[in-house]
């Protein structure tokens, strides 16, 4: 019974191409992430603070900032942003697979200012190889023909990395809400209220200052500080839950990051999560309707040639 049931659902993903322009636009949301940190944080702070090896399982050599870094910091920096670029872009998904993932885990490797999305984001761009491995589409912003998606091996290892995806993301939040219930400021209510007013890491003083009744209110803070740990618990559960549960969940996941972004500034952080809970959440073998991002230039439609 259980044979026959996984052979159909491997049956039924055989014919489920996950080479859609949905899994091309988180592909550029988590590389533009990396992009934008890149582009806003100035270059001896981005640059200056290389890890004394303490990320490194890897030789130097195969680090992707070890290889530049003789050549100058600039260049370091430039060389990553036109990388990033062309992922971000959707050219040729195979390729760009290999170089989002290599410069990612480099960055979590060698560079200091690291935060967990960008650990995320390294373990993604890895995951995403798996389904990026088959797709030879000039742009990831493309649609398959009928008999461009009729590929049973390429489709079964595609799900085998978007299962690894959901798994990976289903243990982050299970993670992260069993680890809050061990610490007594997450039990007792106030740890939102202590973050949120950090002098490093809380929300910024005119913010506090203008929802002051917010921040100050000792049973707000409790509901809140409660319910993102109930919500994390949930996000979790999302691993076995139907499909119209699991659009609720990202809603709901997409208002917590939003808020994270808000009151501590992590907007990377932010849009990595986003995108993770997309992969976890949504039917990403769907394609979307990009008319208004990229769907005509100069006229004509964008083609695999």
Known sequence: MLLNKLYQVAHAESKSSLRSNSVGLLRSGLALSLFVSFLCTPTPVLMGEF????????????????????????????????????????????????????????????????????????????????????????????????????????????????????????????????????????????????????????????????????????LIMYFVNWGVLILELFLFAGIIASKSTRKILFLFGVCLHFGIWVIHGLASFGVVMVCALAFYLLPVSRNVSISLLWGKIGGRNISNV
């Open 51 to 218: 890890s004394k090896g303490a990320h490194n399982v890897l030789p130097d050599w195969t680090n992707f900032f070890h290889l530049l870094a003789p050549i100058g910091a600039d260049f370091v920096r430039i060389a990553t942003l036109i990388s990033l670029a062309i992922v971000i872009s959707g050219w040729r998904p195979f390729f760009t697979s290999f170089l989002h993932a290599w410069i990612a885990n480099s960055f979590v490797r060698k560079l200091g200012l690291l935060e967990g999305g960008d650990m995320v984001h390294a373990n993604l761009s890895l995951f995403l190889i798996l389904i990026c491995i088959s797709d030879f589409r000039k742009w990831h912003w493309c649609t398959e023909s009928y008999r461009e998606q009729a590929r049973p091996f390429s489709n079964l290892l595609g799900h085998a990395g978007l299962i690894i995806i959901r798994i990976q993301v289903a243990v982050i939040y299970l993670h992260a809400a069993m680890g809050k219930f061990m610490v007594k400021e997450w039990v007792d209510g106030s740890a939102v209220y202590y973050w949120s007013t950090h002098a490093y890491m809380g929300a910024n003083p005119l913010l506090l200052d203008t929802f002051d009744w917010f921040f100050r209110s000792p």
